[in-house]
């Protein structure tokens, strides 16, 4: 992914974006330093920690637990310095612009839906056997997570134009265009998954993201069973009614009756005599 400027400088470097960075350059480093002094203990952490299809659902043999965790801590996992490099520049310019925009809790939302549908996208084509994918291969990096940030970028400021190596101008939204074409001739289906799923977050999640949709969910599912029990007491007041009276207890004109009326004036006949 070539590094991007877009006509309007530089983003402020961003609270959630600076917190995405900070941690995988510093898995990077880590990585870097502990290869060289324990490599068979940083083997260990890398095949925990990265996307392996066949791990999230099965574990290994030592250790027969789905590596669920994987979804997620791939993406903090790179393998060079060209490749870390291109994506935390990708992160900072496309990532701050949306996190202003969106602010902290939404965007942390929508970049992690992103790099978790990257990872599902992997593990389905993976057991799949196309594109030379198969479960005991590992994935690593940000990508998906990132591609899903370049459709919301593209969509959100489609007319804005950004310099390609800072030369050449684009629309943003013919940016994302090209680098999606791109994931989809070379076959790089976590790139692939992180869009498709930055789109359909765009088009379909409400403004106000999961917990909106949630509260929205709950409130429905509270109004409805509110709206079936006073049906259903209904129900059991009309029943009750067509086993009674009703002139005992309205008149000819529908009207509720007093209950003194209904008395048998004292006769002790009506019921409510106490």
């Known amino acids: 992914m070539p590094s991007t400027l877009s006509s309007f400088g530089f983003p402020p470097f961003t609270r959630a974006v600076k917190q995405l960075v900070y941690i995988?350059?510093?898995?990077?480093?880590?990585?870097?330093?502990?290869?060289?002094?324990?490599?068979?203990?940083?083997?260990?952490?890398?095949?925990?920690?990265?996307?392996?299809?066949?791990?999230?659902?099965?574990?290994?043999?030592?250790?027969?637990?789905?590596?669920?965790?994987q979804l997620i801590t791939y993406s903090f996992m790179h393998g060079g310095v060209m490749h870390i490099l291109f994506n935390m520049l990708s992160l900072w310019l496309f990532g701050a612009t949306l996190e202003q925009s969106w602010g902290y809790r939404k965007f942390m939302?929508?970049?992690?839906?992103?790099?978790?549908?990257?990872?599902?996208?992997?593990?389905?084509?993976?057991?799949?056997?196309?594109l030379g994918l198969r479960p005991d291969i590992p994935t690593i990096g940000a990508s998906g997570g990132i591609y899903g940030l370049i459709v919301a970028f593209g969509i959100i400021y489609a007319e804005m134009r950004i310099f390609v190596l800072g030369i050449f101008p684009i629309k943003a939204k013919w940016f994302a265009l090209i680098w999606i074409a791109i994931a989809v001739l070379m076959g790089?289906?976590?790139?692939?998954?992180?869009?498709?799923?930055?789109?359909?977050y765009?088009?379909?999640?409400p403004r106000g993201g999961i917990p909106y949709l949630a509260s929205e969910r709950y409130y429905g599912i509270r109004n409805w069973y509110h709206r079936y029990k006073r049906k259903q007491a209904q129900k059991k007041f009309e029943v009750y009614m067509g086993k009674v009276d009703r002139k005992e207890y309205f008149d000819e004109h529908g009207n509720y009756r007093d209950p003194d009326d209904r008395k048998g004036n004292g006769d002790g006949g009506g019921k409510w005599v106490n």
């Open 109 to 130: 939302e929508f970049y992690f839906l992103c790099v978790v549908g990257a990872a599902l996208a992997t593990i389905a084509v993976s057991y799949s056997g196309l």
């Open 202 to 205: 765009l088009k379909f999640m």
């Open 188 to 200: 790089q289906v976590a790139h692939m998954g992180g869009a498709l799923v930055g789109f359909a």
């Open 24 to 69: 995988c350059v510093a898995v990077f480093l880590a990585g870097m330093l502990l290869a060289r002094v324990a490599p068979n203990f940083w083997l260990r952490i890398d095949e925990t920690v990265s996307l392996v299809p066949l791990a999230v659902l099965h574990g290994y043999p030592d250790f027969p637990v789905p590596h669920i965790w």
